[in-house]
């Protein structure tokens, strides 16, 4: 019963976290941050696998992936320390909360690592597998109901929309279904779409390749009306990169054709590419025709926002305090770039140690003989997970996506799992 209990649990967040709109419960007094239903959900799991925790607790401090976390949770209060006490760059309250919900998403790693590695049954990666085809069909409904029938849109891109605001899509806009932004919605793709993508090339059973099929499907029609650009490199190369760990040679020149035909369709993705094109091309003519006194020059709104505003304030944050930067929240709700937003608000300590983590992950997976231990099912939730976190380490360069709730939320959930997973072996 126990296990069953903690099984429910982790379904829950798997569902709930990416498919419940950011509507907030309540608000925290002098903050814009809202208390929302998953939060509640994760305290409950927290309760619930408590007795776990404290059981294990040795085996996972001797565990390296959960020291480097522990590590830069421990940066992450000593920079709030400082920048309340010495930068005072932040407001307390805020700076907390920020430190508060990155421990938070790391839970989630523990609670998935926790279950999979003590409690798990050998088909549960299978059942989480189907979980997440059942809840990017019911994104995909969610995204033509927004587009075709003014389903309500809620993000949380300023302080007025994250009160829960209601909106609609209109034509030219992006489509970001159940998520909070476009950014978030494509690279919640980047990482499990893959997983189906890989599966249609593995498994043989026509109904399976039929149901992978469809999903992929799915992931093609979300990825061009999200209109995310970075999030369609980091796809492609995740999936590419799945496909190589799978020895799928030949399918992945048959992936990279495909994902050309039909991305190619989406005008909007067309067109979002091409002012790339122009912005080379008229920053080129600019140096070019140095003598004129006025030239039109064409900007990407996008790129100008990061290149003149977002990376120059991390980068000055950064220079204040170089070690410990000037805490979480001081550069505001954006930068754009996961990196320099860590330097900026942890410093050279704060962006290290979240590094290392990543680097005691993948030295884990790399020792791991995937291909004779694990299931096919898991094989490719293995190679995919691989696979979709080198897509989201591009997608960081230009994007702040592991501070994006529900993907990074659902990411350290489904990390947990893997590395519980390989743990057992």
Partial sequence: MSNNIHKFLLTALLIMIPLFPKFPLFGVSGTYVSIRLEDILIAVSSIVFLPLLIKEIKNLLNDKIIRSIIIFLFIGLVSFISAEFVTQTI??????????????????????Y????????KEDIEFFVKILALIIGYIFIYGLLQRYFSFPIVITQNYEYSKGIALRWIPGSHIN???????????????????????????KEKLIKVCFGTVSLFGYWLFSNALSRISIVSFIVATSISLLLLKKY??????????LILLGFSEGLRDRYMRIFDLIKDKISTVVVVYAEESN????????????????????????????????SSISLATDNDYLR????????????????????????????????????????????????????????????????????????????????????
């Avoid at 805020?94 to 998935?112: D, K, N, P, T």
């Avoid at 290290?352 to 790399?366: G, Q």
């Avoid at 099912?377 to 293995?382: C, G, L, Q, T």
């Fill in 114 to 121: 926790l279950y999979i590695k003590y409690l798990s049954k």
């Fill in 177 to 203: 279904s159940t998520f909070a932004g476009h950014y978030d919605l494509a690279n919640y793709l980047v990482l499990v779409i893959p997983i189906f993508i890989t599966g249609l090339f593995t498994f």
């Fill in 250 to 259: 030949k399918e992945i020149l048959i992936f990279g054709t495909i994902s």
């Fill in 91 to 112: 407001s307390p309250t805020i700076g907390l909360l920020h430190l508060v919900r990155r421990a938070e998403y790391f839970s989630l790693f523990v609670y998935g």
């Fill in 342 to 425: 860590a330097l900026g608000e942890v410093g050279i300590l704060g962006f290290f140690s979240f590094i290392l983590i990543f680097v005691n992950i993948f030295k884990l997976l790399y020792s791991t003989d995937f291909n004779g231990q694990m299931n096919n099912v898991e094989k490719i939730f293995f190679a995919s997970m691989v696979g979709g976190t080198i897509g989201i380490l591009i997608s960081a360069l230009f994007i702040d996506i592991f501070e994006a709730s529900k993907f990074a939320s659902s990411y350290w959930l489904l990390m947990g799992m893997l590395v519980g997973r390989v743990k057992t072996s």
């Fill in 297 to 328: 020059i064409f900007e990407d709104r996008s790129t100008s926002i990061r290149l003149n505003v977002e990376w120059p304030r991390a980068i000055r944050a950064f220079s204040k305090n170089p070690l410990l930067g000037t805490g979480y």
